[in-house]
DNA sequence: CTAGATTTGTTCGTATGTATC
DNA sequence: TGATACATACGAACAAATCTA
């Protein structure tokens, strides 16, 4: 494959680069930053693409190892997404939620937290948020709700037990849907997703996870049946007991891990 | 160009992927999943490295520039960064709280949260955060507390209600440093920040403000007492009440945290 | 200060998977 | 079904940075 661009201009936009600045940064770097600055300056919206990794390459007169790592860089912000095919490349993605909570998983990650300190906070805002939601549940939501604990029956009676965990979490997921208060949903479906990575990596043995999907699917059931209702002291005091068993089940966890990740 | 490697072993590990996964993820994806769930396993402090990009590459099974991929989405985030030559490589960077805030403050920007919602969190949240202070504060973190009340006070005969209500939230952040669980204290911290920024640009009459001086000063003050007396159900009452009356006074700016703050 | 060793940074060529037409 | 366009991935080589002797 012939090199579009000339090789003298390479090395006179490198002697530049190198003239104006003391220390080189990293080339990857300089064309992230360059695409950032340019998808601010033309007002690109989400849906839009930037030429393909090819053109860009020619444009910076690098190759395209180099323009994947600056793509990369904006797609770990969030800024763009990549696609293959034709049409296909980076394109411009809305602000979302999962780039800002990626971080934020990142950063507890570090801070040891356990059960105990995320059901502090989970106990009382699942409250706050089974109360918010009371009378404003659709009849789709309240359907859907009632599937989703078919869904963790069948999971628990095959015997899928983190399957199970992730969908019992779906549940309070939905009641989020019907939730007005932005940040308490952040707040809420962000610890839902803590506590999905938790229990991937973390095992208990069988009569817990079996009596714990038996006690979510009665607790669940019941809040179904206090939403239908309307029942406003039911539902806090179904959360706040649900909440209760929860994370007593979740301490009871194994929290040994098997390493050996850098010999 | 010979391909040194044996076309039949790339067919083998690609069919098994396709086949588990429904939609295979790209391998710098998953590399950067495990490197991360590595450093947090292994208890990776700053200042550790990883291996090099050779020794990685050789670990997973893949070319070079696929582990640089996976290196450089840590690196946008924060957790590691590039040193060349020799004893360079990955090394591991401090968290830092500011990177995982500055993503979700972008977020929430873009969403219609008012004082009712903010507060319908803090209300809960920074009752749990006072019950579990109680008995962990020391000597030093009470004599700030009431050198902070007295601040606040000096502030508010000084007509200055900007740096007034900066100053009352301090008061809850020293209650931070005596709490443990780092989730709950992030939340807070979290949201004194929104409340930080959103009295700089909002404003109520003078009569509002000083009624809300001095009952926080009460409130304040009610609260080191009961943490002096260790009594328990006091400061639940208290922090309960304290926000209680925040929010009313809050709700009386009638702003929504969408206009101007974060600029 | 120089020379060598080590490791990332970058390039080129090529092959393969995948989505669109 | 096949052709096309594009990202994804591999591998070899060299350039640049940085540490040590």
Redesign the pocket.
Known sequence: ?A?HYA?GM?SQENAGIDAVLI??P???NLIADDLRRGIARERLKPGDRLP???TLAARY??????V??ALKALEVQGLVK?????????EIQPVSVEAATQQLRTYLHFLDLNFEQVYAVRRTVEVTLAESVIGRLSEDQLARLEANIEACEQARLRGDRVEARRAELDFHDILCEACENQLLVFICRFINGLLRDLVEFRSARYEHHDAFGRHNANSHRALVDAYRRGDREAVIALMGEHMHCAERFMRELDATFTSGFLG
Chains 1, 2 share one sequence.
């Open positions: 494959m090199t090789d390479k220390r080189r990293k080339l990857s393909n990794e090819r007169g690098c190759a395209k190892g180099t994947r790592e990549m696609q293959t095919g034709p049409m296909g490349g980076a």
